[in-house]
């Protein structure tokens, strides 16, 4: 019965999409190379942004930095000065000039408590801030709802209330009601009149209801990283900004990089931004008050990149979502906001951007990783209108970047893997098409087709051909093979757009070994020949 039903689910899975890859890479992560052109297109898009008097930002007060690093190194950035800013700080912004990170801190927080050994992030928050303990409605919170967005908790306290930001007679202008603030409303604020006493902040707690039950639905909240970034303390047993340096700054070698105000001098400072480069943030350090310069941040997102604080699993673990939005193509993770734009490349899959943006006034940051890649991103601006130039600049590097990644990837993987293999037993040819992975053109034993075997199963008489394609495991040169059949059947309803081949993977064994499986084995950094465990088949290359 299991065997029955495994090959029918195998079946039906084909006729419901074209193409199903897995998320993340396809093909092996490229080596960028000087005459690939990703560079030359992505300087002559950002030229022309600077040259631009069309740009929703002002480039005349605008100053930026962006980096994009493999694991191996940063192989492009581009940096631009404002013409006008304020002269106390540098007079050319480069990889290694201070901007403030806003929101982007909230990685480092996560990361920070990651690093903890042995804790488990689904114990509840009262554990490790024990001021929560006797608040009722933060009793099942828990630190990864915290960390998520799925708490409930308050975006902000006092600071951004419109009573505090607001004149009273343009309130009064607008037709609201001339009231006291409430009695037990703490107006302390951390960021407006130094550090708030934690008495105050918690009273703020409890004064307000959650915007949703935990664990329901995403909302930000700034007010639930201050409290991680209480529970980081506590657990460390040191300060937040103590606790960054020694886990992450320090062992990284991020030497500009941390929540206290560096010296002025090393830092971008736009037209009226003085009092904000200079401003401690004291319990929002933890939710946005880091620094960093684009060196230090090309150095943390290699460090994630190739695990070098957490394990390859915790990594891969990390870099997930936790929860949906209200559109399809958009995700929120621990601290990620997660983006998955499909009409970049030739086949149209969704392209996966685990991505943090940072806003304060006049300072915005956005770092991104692309898992299909192994690429990682960072963009830093400093200006009035730094928010919306870290939008569209990030807007025109991604679709920059990833036709072009995506274009050289190809190009890479033909060169590398495409071509016939053969031996006695049969013969492979594999080549790069329009799809995703390696497109098995021809697969023979002895003189059957296993393409054409795969049809003939049980469960499979209504599909009339069959698309098998390869995708890398990403370890020891291992390939998972996606059979994908093709019939006129369920073309429309619920399921026509459904993917089920994570369903089928390592569906097809034979004699103990997987069929759905091929390994190529290299030498002198050549590909000499592929190996399918199944069918106990080694083939050699023998053209391209």
């Known amino acids: 019965m299991k065997v029955t039903i495994a090959l029918v689910a195998l079946s039906w899975l084909t006729w419901v999409a074209a193409h199903c890859p897995p998320t993340g890479a396809v093909l092996p992560n490229l080596k960028i190379r000087s005459s690939d052109g990703i560079a030359t297109a992505l300087e002559k898009s950002l030229d022309n942004v600077v040259k631009s008097c069309q740009n929703d930002f002002n480039i005349t007060t605008t100053s930026f930095s962006i980096a994009i690093t493999t694991t191996d190194d940063t192989f492009f950035e581009f940096h631009h000065t404002a013409l006008l800013r304020d002269d106390t700080g540098v007079n050319t912004v480069n990889g290694d000039t201070i901007y403030r990170l806003g929101s982007v801190t909230k990685v480092f927080t996560v990361l920070s408590l990651l690093l903890e050994e042995g804790l488990n992030l689904d114990s509840p928050i009262w554990q490790f801030v024990p001021e929560l303990e006797n608040i009722v409605k933060y009793k099942d919170t828990t630190l990864r709802m915290l960390a998520s967005q799925i708490a409930g908790v308050n975006q902000d306290s006092f600071v951004y209330d419109i009573s505090a930001t607001i004149p009273p007679l343009m309130l009064a202008q607008l037709g609201f009601p001339n009231i006291p603030i409430p009695e037990g409303l703490p107006t302390c604020d951390a960021i407006q009149i130094g550090e708030a006493p934690c008495t105050q902040f918690f009273d703020g707690l409890k004064f307000s209801n959650l915007t949703w039950q935990p664990g329901t639905n995403a909302a930000y909240s700034n007010l639930a990283y201050i409290i991680l970034g209480f529970a980081v303390e506590n657990i460390t047993s040191s300060s937040y900004a103590d606790a960054l340096n020694d886990r992450i700054a320090a062992p990284l070698r991020l030497k500009n990089t941390g ?42 997102i290699r460090s994630i990149l190739n695990h070098e604080q957490l394990s390859h699993a915790n990594t891969a673990m990390w870099l997930k979502p936790v929860v949906f939005t209200a559109n399809p193509a958009e995700a929120v993770g621990m601290p990620w906001e997660i983006y998955r734009p499909s009409d970049l490349t030739p086949d149209g899959r969704p392209i996966e951007t685990y991505s943090k943006t940072g806003n304060l006034p006049f300072y915005a940051a956005h770092i991104a990783f692309l898992p299909a890649y192994g690429v990682g991103l960072s963009i830093n601006t400093a200006g009035q209108e730094a928010f919306t130039a870290v939008r569209d600049l990030l807007d025109i590097v991604i679709r920059t970047l990833i036709p072009t990644l995506e274009s050289v990837t190809r190009s890479q993987a033909e060169a590398t893997y495409g071509g016939t293999y053969a031996s006695e037993t049969g013969s492979l040819t594999l080549v790069v098409d329009d799809g995703p992975g390696l497109k098995i053109e021809e697969w023979m034993v002895g003189n059957g087709s296993v393409l054409d075997a795969w049809l003939k199963f049980p469960g499979r008489e209504d599909l009339s051909s069959v698309d098998a394609r390869a995708y890398p495991v990403g370890i020891d040169d291992r390939w998972l093979v996606y059979f994908e059949g093709h019939s006129s059947r369920n073309k429309t309803g619920i399921f026509a757009k459904q993917c089920e081949t994570w369903i089928a993977q390592d569906g097809l064994r034979f004699a103990g070994l997987p069929i759905d499986e091929i390994d190529f084995k290299f030498e002198d950094g050549r590909v000499v020949s592929v190996t399918s465990p199944g069918l106990r088949q080694e083939l050699l290359k023998i053209r391209r």
Do not use: C, K
Not at 263 to 281: A, D, H, K, Q, S
């Open 259 to 300: 929540t206290r105000v560096p010296v002025i001098e090393n830092g971008i400072i736009p037209v009226g931004g003085l009092e904000w480069y200079t401003r401690p943030l004291a319990n929002y350090d933890s939710t946005g008050g880091m620094f960093s310069t684009p060196h230090d941040l090309q150095s943390f």
